[in-house]
């Protein structure tokens, strides 16, 4: 049985930091692509970051600088460091793990993390 499971979210001022997990079980974690994306109240999900087998790493042009995306295939876990927050990354969080083979692709999904940015 696949879980992702997030945690770290939660309410921080304007400029602050929060730092998101993901722990990965049921999949052979280092073969799949990690990310983070985000849903705000009447938006669609939209992707902040995600981080390739290989450690490739992509950004959403609204966090880069900001947002770090890393992971540790020993640990099965991705994290999400988050600087200079604003109120518009207010959202809830969720962690994708994703394998794209020749024949079709896995995709599975976390339950999501709050975070709230506000003063």
């Known amino acids: 049985q696949v879980q992702l499971v997030e945690s770290g979210g939660g309410l921080v001022q304007p400029g602050g930091s929060l730092r998101l997990s993901c722990a990965a079980s049921g999949i052979s974690f280092s073969s799949y692509a990690m990310g983070w994306y985000r849903q705000a109240p009447g938006k669609q999900r939209e992707l902040v970051a995600t981080i390739s087998s290989i450690t490739n790493t992509n950004y959403a042009d609204s966090v880069k600088g900001r947002f770090t995306i890393s992971r540790d295939n020993a640990k099965n876990t991705m994290s999400l460091q988050m600087n200079s927050l604003k109120p518009e990354d207010t959202a809830v969080y969720y962690c994708?793990?994703?394998?794209?083979?020749?024949?079709?692709?896995?995709?599975?999904w976390g339950q999501g993390t709050q975070v709230t940015v506000s003063s």
């Open positions: 994708n793990a994703r394998l794209s083979l020749l024949y079709g692709t896995y995709d599975y």
